[in-house]
């Protein structure tokens, strides 16, 4: 990921950048609930993420643009909570549930135990493999799922009801997860919402500008 403009990331850019992640993940959950529909790449680059555990820096963590997930973050900060907006919903939830998962050490422990095991499944088929796929859910179900607040995901059944997207979207809450404690490592709190909300608006309008004039370059 590029950023020309943009000659020194800042703590509030490395939050954003994060928040971007959560709402990117929020975003693909409800077209997979809804629509029975996945974008690839921000799949791939949602659950690659996961594997990125030590990164130099925040940037690391996402190989390529998160431009859905700026997108609803900018409008999130423009609008606030929007009634009825399922999108809304799941990144509150993930946000809750990652402040959850941090006072839960041995969770945590074993989180990351089972995506050290993961990564040769991942290195070997690849990131989007349903093998991969239906392992990551199951770590989702077996830990994050078993908090008394559980992630309610709204939309078709005939969707809901097919274990390769119930699988596909139990993984990208994960992921959205990761954003979450990215989010929190950076120093981000719901206090951020309010007394940072110009600040990160800033920031994601800037660097949801140069996504798109890097995406102009390659056409």
Sequence with gaps: MSFDTIKQFTKIDYQTLALAGIFEAATQVEK????GL???QSFQVLLNSLFIQN???PEEVFSHSLQNGFEGLILFLEQGKRKGSHTDRYVHGLLYLQKKLASTPSMLNTIGQRLDLARTQKDHFGVDHENLVSNLASLYTDTLSTFNFRIQVMGEMTYLQQPRIANQIRALLLAGIRSAT???QMGGNR?????SRRKLLTSAE???YEIRKNLGKSD
Excluded: C, S, V
């Design 38 to 40: 996945k974008d690839k």
């Design 55 to 57: 990164p130099k820096n």
């Design 191 to 195: 206090w951020q919402f309010l007394l």
């Design 182 to 184: 990215l989010w929190r």
């Design 206 to 208: 800037a660097q949801l």
């Design 32 to 35: 997979l609930a809804t629509q």
